[in-house]
């Protein structure tokens, strides 16, 4: 019978080429990302984890609290940006690691062909931000290396630790919560036989890390769940744009090299998937085919009524090298490495050159040219403020804004005004009621929304700054009106992001920003006390 030719032995040697050229692609993407982290500005995204790591607690109003945890440990030593994003450059590397060490035992030099492929794509590439993926992604691939040596030499101890894992995922962010899917449609389902033990001693992990997320929410009015179940979602309707963008966004991810390599299969290359699957039932891979298949399909179906975000995929999209890597032969992984690098690199050294030729005014047209211009020339902003500053306590109506300058500023900067759904930690960290009577300025690039700041003051005055061509306004408010405040801003505040459905009202027990403010949502309009 003839076998597979993508499954037979390989020569020691082509092993050993293969694990080199990985050890130093390794190596030369990790210099590259530290490259850009150090090039690429502060977004104002990862100055709002900042926050969380100046503020060291046990949950976060949008997530839970492993992404704080571990930037309070980089900023008891330093808070230059290159050092906060540190992480996010380990932990991508770490994935490229964890899937080499776990595919060697199988075919060391598809292993290495396949790994090196995951480094040079978009996925590895362009993680280099500081996100809450990157926690849960270390979690992921701690958990899949568990669970992938579990089913190999059949031990409860491995299932364990993948549970714990699991819970600090959990503890990262809530898609976890489809790795876990993913663990139990692969132990009761896709190994030949069902491994409900194994399944129980994994879910008994998560404790700690549930606990932990668990028991912040239950003292916290619920606002995880409530942000990322109810509030984030209240327009979403069905529609198939999002998921045509969603399967355009996989092929970008891909890349024209990998593409390629699926359309053609030649004859030396091709394995059928259902040998393949039965190879992979027998080695283990079967482990990264559901972990990838299970959370993406998931994300599919959620694109029928809202848009995916290119982050969600960050923790997944890693074990698509495993597909290849049963699919392919050793030459068919390595002929997709280097147009993949290509198809990364040309766009990456275009962006870095741009951003280091043109000046900062050249982005003036940019919907977001104040937040660049902040992010690029924090202290030219600054400097325009500083004869506000020993009078006016400054706020911005906006979290990006409030966290960039925060950031640059290293203070806690508030948001003033309703906000948005997202970033509300300043809701537990800013009490209101210390204003009363208070001067405070508030910058923004939109004067339009001066329109209803008014009634909040005694007195108030607009001052316009230009700053490399981006209009900044102050407005300076005088004698803060908190009552006034408080029912405007603070009862809507209430009424919009802290009203909790029926069915989590029987578990709550106290809410921070509610309490503070001796204010309880109001039921929504047509509905009865």
Not at 50 to 68: E, F, I, P, Q, S
């Amino acid at each position: 019978m003839k076998t597979d030719t993508c499954f037979q032995p390989v020569p020691a040697r082509d092993a050993a080429t293969a694990a080199r050229f990985f050890r130093r692609t390794f190596l030369a993407t990790t210099i590259l990302k530290l490259a850009l982290a150090i090039i690429i500005p502060f977004t104002t995204d990862e100055a709002y984890f900042v926050v969380w790591g100046r503020n060291l607690d046990y949950g976060y109003y949008d997530h839970g609290a492993m992404t704080g945890w571990w930037l309070w440990v980089i900023l008891l030593f330093r808070d230059s940006a290159w050092l906060l994003r540190l992480p996010a450059v380990l932990v991508g590397q770490f994935a490229g690691w964890g899937l080499w060490r776990m595919l060697r035992s199988i075919d060391s030099e598809k292993a290495g062909w396949a790994a090196t492929l995951y480094l040079v794509s978009p996925v590895s590439m362009l993680n280099f931000l500081i996100t809450t993926d990157t926690p849960l992604q270390f979690f992921t691939v701690v958990a899949v290396m568990c669970v992938f040596r579990g089913v190999q030499r059949e031990r409860l101890r491995d299932f364990f630790f993948a549970g714990l894992a699991l819970g600090f995922a959990f503890l990262s962010k809530y898609f976890a919560v489809l790795l876990g899917v993913s663990f139990a449609v692969l132990l009761l389902g896709c190994l030949g036989r069902p491994r409900v033990k194994a399944l129980l001693v994994l879910l008994a992990g998560t404790i700690p890390g549930v606990g932990i997320n668990v028991a912040w929410n239950y003292l916290h009015g619920w606002v995880n769940v409530l942000f990322n179940l109810v509030t984030r979602h209240e327009k979403i309707g069905l529609n198939l744009y999002s998921p045509a963008m969603y399967l355009g966004l996989l092929l970008v991810l891909a890349g024209p090299g990998v593409l390629a390599a699926l359309l053609r299969r030649n004859a030396l290359d091709r394995v059928p998937w259902s040998s393949a699957w039965r190879k992979m039932q027998g080695d283990g891979t079967v482990v990264l085919l559901i972990v990838f298949a299970v959370p993406l399909t998931a994300f599919f179906l959620v694109a029928f009524m809202r848009d995916v975000g290119a982050h969600w995929l960050l923790s997944f999209y890693p074990f698509f090298a495993a597909i290849l890597f049963t699919g392919f032969s050793a030459r068919g992984l390595q002929g997709m490495i280097r147009p993949t690098a290509i198809y990364v690199g040309v766009p990456t050294a275009s962006l870095v050159l741009a951003l280091a030729l043109l000046p900062v005014e050249a982005f003036n047209r940019h919907p977001s040219a104040f937040n660049l211009v902040l992010s690029a020339r924090p202290q030219d902003m600054l400097a325009e403020l500083a004869p506000y500053r020993p009078r006016f306590l400054l706020t911005t109506p906006s979290y990006a804004k409030s966290a960039l300058f925060g950031f640059y500023d290293r203070t806690n900067v508030p948001v003033i005004g309703l906000g948005s759904f997202h970033g509300r930690q300043d809701d537990l960290l800013t009490d209101m009621r210390a204003w009363d009577g208070r001067d405070i300025m508030i910058v923004t690039n939109n004067l339009r929304s001066f329109g209803h700041y008014d009634d909040w003051f005694a007195r108030t005055e607009i001052k316009q700054h230009t700053v490399h061509g981006v209009r900044m306004y102050v407005l300076l408010g005088e004698g803060f009106k908190y009552a006034v405040y408080r029912e405007e801003v603070l009862q809507v505040i209430a009424d919009r992001y802290y009203r909790m459905p029926a069915w989590l009202q029987h578990f709550a027990s106290s809410s921070v920003f509610l309490d503070r403010y001796a204010i309880r949502p109001r039921p929504p309009d047509g509905a009865t006390h």
